[in-house]
């Protein structure tokens, strides 16, 4: 059993909703009286690609990395796993030093936005997801005071996050289709779960399962494939989110040998739909509950 843990300090900061185009007034250095204030009260989402780009930094593998550096969490009712860096028992990032953050090349997505936070969302019908963005402002940040202006478009370049948002975009598509479809799908059996977190973030591990005798038997997919996820990591990360595609949502891109996962799906069909069933049963009990609190259900004038 892990060690307990107290998940990271948490803002409760409404943020103020922008547009690319938006001006802020920002701008962070060491001469700043609040330098490395935020770093002290850390509460970090790491996405797949962050957590590449950390271990290879600190040279260690994904297992290693998650233990000593992450606390997991869920994101959702349904026990979707997400995970958070690990803080000290003040909430002080593991990674802060008097001189700054330790691994700033290859910081987190979530530290180069800061404080603009980066929201992807999508509407039930839409087939696509639409990314806002928002400026947070704390009470301890002082930079929001310093005298420089530029465009949300400018502070992204400077910060480059190009690269991590295109490296993120099929992760977040992952948690956009769960959160859209709500309990339409129901909730996924611990086996998806436990797929989800190996693939998303213990991807040293997924690699040793892809290439493992017994996944070759069961999916028909070319050498070619086999010889990037044996070497690159960009490669397992995107496999792996084409094949939680459908294994959670059916979106079928992978060929299985003999009727594999086909026959997979017969022998559970009774069990998802049951399952499925519950899940919109628990929804909509939900919802009664909700609008019959006060007694009548009516709206308060």
């Not at 948490?10 to 770093?39: W, Y």
């Not at 003040?90 to 936005?113: H, I, K, N, W």
Request: proline share 4%; with cysteine.
């Amino acid at each position: 059993m892990s060690e307990p843990f107290d998940l990271p300090f948490q803002s409760d900061v409404m943020p103020e909703m922008l547009t690319t185009e938006s001006k802020i007034r920002f701008r962070c250095h060491k001469g700043i009286s609040c330098f490395n204030a935020c770093c002290k009260q850390a509460d970090i989402t790491l996405t797949p690609y962050d957590i590449i780009r950390l271990k290879r930094r600190l040279e260690v593998d994904s297992s290693e990395f998650l233990k000593k550096h992450t606390v997991p969490f869920q994101m959702d009712g349904d026990g979707m796993p997400g995970v958070k860096m690990r803080t000290d028992d003040s909430g002080q990032c593991l990674f802060m030093t008097e001189a700054g953050c330790d691994v700033y090349e290859d910081r987190p997505t979530a530290c180069r936005y800061y404080p603009v936070a980066n929201l992807a969302m999508k509407a039930k019908e839409s087939p696509t997801e639409e990314i806002q963005y928002a400026l947070v402002r704390e009470a301890h940040c002082k930079g929001h005071e310093e005298d420089r202006e530029l465009t949300i478009d400018e502070y992204r370049a400077e910060q480059q996050v190009a690269d991590y948002d295109e490296m993120n975009r099929e992760f977040m598509q992952l948690i956009l289709k769960k959160k859209s479809a709500g309990p339409t799908i129901g909730k996924p059996p611990e086996l998806s779960l436990q797929l989800f977190f190996m693939a998303n973030y213990d991807i040293d591990r997924f690699r040793r399962f892809v290439l493992s005798d017994t996944f070759r038997n069961a999916w028909d997919l070319p050498d070619e494939l086999y010889a990037d996820i044996e070497q690159d990591d960009i490669a397992l990360m995107k496999f792996g989110s084409r094949l939680l595609k459908q294994v959670l949502y059916g979106e079928k891109t992978i060929q299985d040998k003999d009727g594999y996962y086909q026959q997979r799906l017969d022998a559970r069909k009774d069990v998802i739909e049951m399952r499925r069933q519950f899940e919109i049963q628990r929804a909509r009990k939900k919802d009664d509950e909700k609008y019959s609190e006060g007694g009548d259900g009516g709206c308060a004038s």
